[in-house]
């Protein structure tokens, strides 16, 4: 841990499960009651814009009633206290990381609080709903979307990640069942550089198998016991 120079953190669902987020693949998660694919793809959106925009409008409103927990603030610890490189890469498209405070931070699948105008392709700060086609505050052309990562869409900083990828020592896994590309591949990325790979999750994700160590249990328990390991 002494010698630490350069960690690179990939955060998913899980790290936010215990303030209340649903994550996607638990038997009550996310997407129960909606197919995947009826939601989150581009091809659900132009079929079916009104139901999309409603699950994302409900999504976005439901972030007022949720706070960031001991994992995230603890993560926000390690980003201001850390001397060395340091790149927190989440999935989550809540924003509860940088509501704890954290810094080095980048969304690599969108973010609900901001809308992509299809028309312009600026992306734009957003609080309230998208359905009822609200015009762009860019072009005004009524043709906004969630700025998410949908499937078969390339998710964003993708460059600035990889580069992190092959110069850290150490990669960690928090919160994600290794289940959607390319995030389930940045551990080989990691260790092909030769970085040390550590994973926190409640349960062996499906690629547990190539961490170094895995340490198993709830997020809001373990990530702060790591950040203290890390920091002392
Ligand atoms: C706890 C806990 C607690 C619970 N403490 N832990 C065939 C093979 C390989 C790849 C593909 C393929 N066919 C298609 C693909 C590519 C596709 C893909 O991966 N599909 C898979 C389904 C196979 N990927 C894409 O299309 C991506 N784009 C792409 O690949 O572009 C081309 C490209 C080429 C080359 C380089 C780069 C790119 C885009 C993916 C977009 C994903 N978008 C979503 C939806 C966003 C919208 C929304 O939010 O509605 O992002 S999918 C969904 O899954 C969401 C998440 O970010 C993502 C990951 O989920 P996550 O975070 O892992 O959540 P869960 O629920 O799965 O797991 C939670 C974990 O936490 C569990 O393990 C729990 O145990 C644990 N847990 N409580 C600790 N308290």
């Known amino acids: 841990m002494a010698e630490l ?4 953190i990939l955060t998913g669902a899980g790290i936010s499960a215990e303030s209340g987020v649903p994550t996607f693949r638990a038997a009550d998660g996310l997407w129960e009651g909606h197919r995947v694919e009826d939601v989150a793809t581009p091809e659900a959106f132009a079929r079916d814009p009104g139901l999309v925009q409603t699950f994302y409008d409900a999504r976005r409103a439901a972030l007022a009633g949720v706070v960031p927990n001991a994992a995230h603030r603890a993560l926000a610890k390690l980003d201001r206290d850390f001397a060395g490189e340091l790149l927190i890469v989440t999935q989550n498209v809540d924003d509860l990381h940088e509501r704890a405070g954290a810094e080095r931070l980048l969304h690599m699948h969108g973010e609900l ?7 312009c392709g600026e992306s734009h700060g957003w609080a ?3 359905r009822g086609a609200p015009a762009c505050p860019g072009c005004g052309a009524a043709k906004l979307r969630p700025d998410i990562v949908w499937f078969g869409e390339m998710p964003y900083e993708m460059e600035r990640i990889e580069a992190a990828l092959a110069t850290c020592d150490l990669f960690v896994s928090i919160g994600t069942s290794g289940a959607v590309y390319p995030a389930a591949g940045f551990v080989q990325t990691a260790r092909y550089h030769r970085a040390s790979t550590l994973e926190m999750n409640l349960e062996p994700s499906a690629g547990t198998g190539w961490f170094d160590e895995a340490r198993h249990g709830p997020a809001g328990v373990l990530v702060p016991a790591w950040v203290e390991e890390v920091l002392s």
Request: hydrophobic share 50%.
């Open 128 to 130: 309230g709903d998208l």
């Open 5 to 8: 120079q350069s960690i690179v």
């Open 113 to 119: 609080k901001r809308a992509l105008c299809l028309a």
